[in-house]
């Protein structure tokens, strides 16, 4: 909710042509970087105290012109305790439709989310993760 999704917190590249986004509370660290545009690949991951608690792999690619980056920021922006991993099980706004579903829980688990426009597939993203130690 503070970085990539709220158009904040941008650092620089840690790879070869990544974009790369970080922020930091108190003893944890979140680090976001992924590489590729309209077919991207990217990891989410946690520090608390230096030591790496949580990451997440995600994998995805834009179908048709009537993608918008913006609503997917927003529905990202719109995710909660229930649905902590990208955006929440249902979002909708105008013509545009997010869906997500995900299956295990925090410490281990696999999702898949996409965009509608009208009742045309525009965004598909396979996502999964969980806790390391």
Request: aromatic share 20%; with cysteine; proline share 2%.
């Amino acid at each position: 909710m503070n970085t990539y999704a709220a158009f904040m917190n941008e650092v620089d590249s840690t790879r070869l042509d990544s974009h790369d986004f970080r922020y930091e509370n108190g003893a944890y660290i979140y680090h976001d970087t992924y590489v590729g545009g309209e077919q991207f690949a990217g990891e989410e991951a946690v520090w608390k105290n230096g030591k790496s608690v949580y990451a997440m792999n995600y994998m995805g690619r834009v179908l048709d012109k009537e993608f918008s980056g913006n609503f997917l920021k927003d529905a990202l922006r719109h995710a909660n305790r229930k649905m902590p991993y990208r955006g929440p099980e249902y979002y909708e706004d105008g013509e545009y439709c997010y869906k997500c579903s995900v299956h295990g829980d925090f410490t281990w688990f696999q999702g898949y989310e996409e965009i509608y426009w009208k009742d045309e597939k525009v965004y598909e993203c396979y996502f999964h993760g969980g806790t390391t130690r």
